[in-house]
């Protein structure tokens, strides 16, 4: 039975296969993952970079959509793109409530029945029911994003929990998580933003996270008007001033949670009922609830708001540097529309400057696990206990355990940030889990082998079935070299039957580590 070297693995991973792509797409290559803050994100650029064009041969635009809008292209999802066109596919996709998950729903509510609960029952069960809830909630996460059939709406939803992070290790945040990701973020994914604002304002979790729930007439609290300022409306260049930010602050005295339901409640006593100027409009005194309401439509209309949404949904779809004409295309739906996310993606996802956006994003972790996922899944299904256990400590090494990103900025959505040395190379190293019999619970390659006998066919087979692309002539020659000296074996000899499970566990291992596996 053939065996390997792990550490001409790694080495070959780090000089190979497509990696000079890499030196064009991510200049600052080394970003410091162990700070714990966002790096700055870039700024937008007239045209899009076309260096990694020129070096890998482009995937087919169904591949490309597929790689943007899930978490990885699946036998099933590439199937359904091919028969629905891309057209067909992205209207299907905008429209989630007509994609069947029965199946999905199901599970998560056999399997995951905590993240279904209401506030009140959370709360009545709170601590004993903590750290259950929070293996559910991270379980159920993962079971979604991986395996759901409305796989847009499953990014839509990353999107928006990182726009409007709130961090599950605080405190008692377990009671509202459930329902903050249900009620509030999934519930309004694909509607105004403008509605979507207002629940996020109204949520426990985020009165909770940000201290809004403490903020009093007497003492207003501003952690959270900063943020709703800097972060979820106009963006840290937006054009508000500290005095903005106390008046905001001022306009949500009196929102606060119930002391004995944990829900969301307003306090009119504790409210400051003066007039207040915000961004320069005038809100007269007296006006009690509505002042908040009152913010809440200055800011979602906002020409900052805009500019600001339409920059990082062009950063997450298309590339960090996005094309300034994609930005303006999005903006100007998302005034027309009045903040409409099914418009604004629509618009987006139709440009030219995103069909002509391949490999100009790196996977993010999740990502890069949902791919081999998605890619080779077991005949047993998603995982559960410890398997599932498993899957999320390793999402957890390479830094994106889902809920727990500590500030209120979310995920960083760059490539600088995740391709460190350290990041690649625990993405090198993960990249040989189908190589491991031990993790055949987790991934399953036989299934994309076919009746691929010779390692010249199981390159043919993986690279349609694991990348959805073909490598370079270049590349796959470096693949062939390198397989046929760690095996012994030519590429087209038939190999013995007991080398089949190494050689094509090595051979989707290299494509795994791959600057064509590691790029969106």
């Known amino acids: 039975m053939p065996t390997y070297d792990r550490r001409s693995f790694l080495q070959l991973s780090g000089q190979g296969l497509g990696l000079s792509a890499f030196a064009t797409l991510l200049p600052s290559c080394g970003g410091d993952d162990s700070s714990g803050s966002e790096a700055p994100a870039p700024s937008p650029t007239p045209t899009p970079d076309p260096g990694p064009q020129a070096v890998l041969p482009a995937p087919a635009p169904e591949v490309l959509m597929l790689k943007r809008t899930s978490f990885g292209p699946s036998k099933a999802s590439h199937a359904e793109i091919q028969a629905l066109g891309i057209p067909g596919y992205l209207e299907q996709q905008l429209n989630p409530q007509s994609i069947d998950t029965t199946a999905l729903e199901n599970t998560v509510a056999q399997r995951y029945p905590r993240t279904l609960q209401s506030i009140p029952v959370q709360r009545a069960g709170f601590p004993d029911n903590q750290q259950s809830t929070i293996e559910q909630l991270l379980q159920a996460r993962l079971l979604r994003a991986f395996t759901s059939p409305a796989q847009l709406l499953e990014t839509m939803v990353e999107f928006w929990l990182d726009h409007f992070n709130v961090d599950l290790r605080n405190g008692v945040a377990s009671i509202f998580h459930g329902s903050w990701e249900r009620d509030t973020i999934r519930a309004h994914t694909f509607g105004a933003f403008r509605d979507l604002l207002g629940a996020t304002a109204r949520a426990p979790a985020m009165l909770y996270y940000l201290d809004n729930f403490l903020n009093v007439a007497s003492s207003p609290q501003e952690n959270y008007a900063r943020e709703l300022l800097e972060l979820h409306t106009l963006g840290v260049d937006g054009g508000y001033t500290e005095t903005d930010i106390k008046e905001v602050a001022r306009c949500f005295t009196g929102w606060t949670l119930d002391r004995e339901t944990g829900q969301f409640r307003y306090l009119p006593a504790i409210h400051d009922n003066g007039s207040k100027v915000v961004l320069g409009q005038f809100i007269p005194a007296g006006g009690g609830q509505s002042d908040v309401e009152t913010v809440l439509d200055i800011l979602a209309t906002h020409p900052a708001t805009a500019r600001h949404l339409a920059t990082k949904l062009c950063r997450r779809y298309i590339g960090d540097t996005p094309p300034i004409a994609a930005i303006d295309a999005v ?53 559960q206990g410890n398997d599932a256990r498993i899957l999320l400590a390793l ?106 499970s190494t050689v094509g566990g090595l051979t989707a291992s290299l494509l795994m580590s791959s600057v064509y596996f590691q790029l969106r």
């Open 331 to 383: 903006e100007q739906s998302f005034v027309a529309t009045k903040g409409d996310m099914r418009s604004c993606l629509r618009t987006l996802l139709q440009s030219a400057e995103f069909a002509g956006s391949a490999d100009q994003k790196f996977a993010r972790p999740m990502e890069f696990l949902g791919q081999m996922w998605r890619a080779m899944p077991p005949a047993s299904g998603f995982p």
């Open 395 to 500: 999402l957890d090494q390479l830094g994106q355990a889902p809920y727990f990103w500590p500030a209120p900025n979310g995920y960083p959505d760059i490539a600088s940030y995740w391709a460190s040395t350290s990041g690649l190379l625990n993405r090198w190293r993960q990249s040989l889990l189908p190589n491991v019999p031990q993790f055949s619970n987790l991934v399953d390659v036989q299934a994309l082998l076919g009746e691929a006998r010779t390692q010249e066919d199981m390159v043919i087979h993986l690279e349609a079935g694991l990348l959805f692309r073909s490598l370079s002539d270049t590349d796959r020659e470096l693949v062939l070299s390198y397989l046929q000296e760690q095996t012994g074996f030519a590429s087209t000899t038939e190999l013995p039957a007991s080398a089949i």
